[in-house]
Nanobody, 124 residues
Framework: QLVESGGGSVQAGGSLRLSCATS????????LGWFRQVPGKEREVVAT????????NYADSVKGRFTISLDNAKNTVYLQMDTLKPEDTGMYYC????????????????????WGTGTQVTVS
């Protein structure tokens, strides 16, 4: 199970911190990530993290502003969002999936199989 929290409304330039608590077998999946979707558009990846080495990856649109982190002891993944922009508005989903071997272990966006129900972020 994946349960998101921390969404809300904020003015441009502000910050929010999303949390995603994982439980059950999902807790053992090695890739965790945050995705977002706005009505009429496809869901897009925001950030992913490989649990074992804590290697993060970010969409170009959020690099330098967002930080994904993982507390393995609490089975919780976070997304710290700073310097928010109106275009960051959307429903944010936490997701989990297996890592893939591609010369090294990587998190591929198409391999995320488990999803939370989402938390809304609105930036005005």
């Amino acid at each position: 199970q994946l349960v998101e929290s921390g969404g809300g409304s904020v003015q441009a330039g502000g910050s929010l911190r999303l949390s995603c608590a994982t439980s059950g077998p999902i807790s053992s999946r090695n890739c965790l990530g945050w995705f977002r979707q706005v009505p009429g558009k496809e869901r897009e990846v925001v950030a992913t993290i490989y649990r074992v080495l804590l290697v993060p990856n970010y969409a170009d649109s959020v690099k330098g502003r967002f930080t994904i982190s993982l507390d393995n002891a609490k089975n919780t993944v976070y997304l710290q969002m700073d310097t928010l922009k109106p275009e960051d508005t959307g429903m944010y989903y936490c997701a989990a999936g297996p890592a893939a071997w591609d010369g090294e272990w990587v998190c591929r966006t198409g391999d995320f199989r488990y999803w939370g129900t989402g938390t809304q972020v609105t930036v005005s």
